[in-house]
């Protein structure tokens, strides 16, 4: 069992940045693949951006490439999430998700290829 806590979720401004971060109990936090997710009120939960284990290797949605920063702080067994140029389309509750990498998903969009979900945190962006 792998606990992950989500942090730094709130109210921005459109436009503004934001910075997730994602702590987790693994004890050898480099063994898995990250990810993050988002589901927006009234819609599915939808991939956002994935981090191979040694946080060398990225992956981004469409609709958010260019704008997010995934990384990982293995020392600190922490993944973050850096938003810039947020709008109101981006509002959602942001969960990361944590892969064993002994199960072979390899920067995986399909949130049923993690083993292990944060409760999510709250993003909500105005105009």
């Known amino acids: 069992q792998v606990q992950l806590v989500e942090s730094g979720g709130g109210l921005v401004q459109a436009g503004g940045p934001l910075r997730l971060a994602c702590a987790t109990s693994a004890q050898t936090f480099s063994n898995y693949h990250m990810g993050w997710f988002r589901q927006a009120p009234g819609k599915e939960r939808e991939f956002v951006a994935a981090?191979?284990?040694?946080?060398?290797?990225?992956s981004y949605a469409d609709s958010v490439k260019g704008r997010f920063t995934v990384s990982r702080d293995n020392a600190k067994n922490t993944v973050f999430l850096e938003m810039n140029s947020l709008t109101p389309e981006d509002t959602a509750v942001y969960s990361c998700?944590?892969?064993?990498?002994?199960?072979?998903?390899?920067?995986?969009?399909?949130?049923?290829?993690?083993?292990?979900w944060g409760q999510g945190t709250q993003v909500t962006v105005s105009s």
């Open positions: 998700a944590a892969s064993d990498a002994s199960r072979r998903y390899y920067l995986s969009r399909r949130g049923a290829d993690y083993d292990y």
């Open positions: 981090v191979s284990r040694s946080g060398s290797l990225t």
